[in-house]
T-cell receptor, first 108, second 111 residues
């Protein structure tokens, strides 16, 4: 099956810093999503980005499907950005396969 | 507002006492699924449904049942819960192959 790897596993930032999270996947996919799991456990949709680049405020994402990776950029980080960021790809049976996540802590 | 609604959000129950976690979506999505999230194991699919009356096993179906009698509802049934089913559960829905949306999660503890 498709393997999804995320890096780094853990990240500590000072408020205001920028960061890049990476997601590598082992096979071609038709669907890639980024999620933020907040401290209450909720999974929040950040981006649906099978290819190309999207931006939403301080967050942006780029997927290069031909090279099988996606990047999530967080600029001017805030304490509310803390949590776990997941990348997930959809296999041929429409199942989402999640990476193990990047745990982000933003310190004030 | 487009959403996936799970209930309850938190549940503590005893071994063997049947329970149902409800899931409802208002986006007319064909595809619905259940995942469980466990430390060190990540998110794993339990069951999925591609449309009304069409359900199939995911990666970890043992101990669970589902039904899809209406397009909007996809309940998860634990007929005889055991402590190893203590987990955080998520329901998700989407159009086939499109962006998936998740419910708020149900934190289940079986003692």
């Amino acid at each position: 099956g498709i393997q999804v790897e995320q890096s780094p596993p853990d990240l500590i930032l000072q408020e205001g810093a920028n960061s890049t999270l990476r997601c590598n996947f082992s096979d071609s996919v038709n669907n890639l999503q980024w999620f933020h799991q907040n401290p209450w456990g909720q999974l929040i949709n950040l981006f649906y980005i099978p290819s190309g680049t999207k931006q939403n405020g301080r967050l942006s994402a780029t997927t290069v499907a031909t090279e099988r990776y996606s990047l999530l950029y967080i600029s001017s980080s805030q304490t509310t950005d803390s949590g776990v960021y997941f990348c997930a790809v959809m296999d041929s049976s429409y199942k989402l396969i999640f990476g193990s996540g990047t745990r982000l802590l933003v310190r004030p | 507002e487009a959403q996936v609604t799970q209930n309850p959000r938190y549940l503590i129950t005893v071994t063997g006492k049947k329970l149902t976690v409800t899931c409802s979506q208002n986006m007319n999505h064909e595809y619905m699924s259940w995942y469980r999230q466990d430390p060190g194991l990540g998110l794993r699919q339990i069951y999925y449904s591609m449309n009304v009356e069409v359900t199939d096993k995911g990666d970890v179906p043992e101990g669970y049942k589902v039904s899809r009698k209406e397009k909007r509802n996809f309940p998860l049934i634990l007929e005889s819960p055991s402590p190893n089913q203590t987990s955080l559960y998520f329901c998700a829905s989407s159009f086939l192959g499109a962006e998936a949306f998740f419910g708020q999660g149900t934190r289940l503890t079986v003692v």
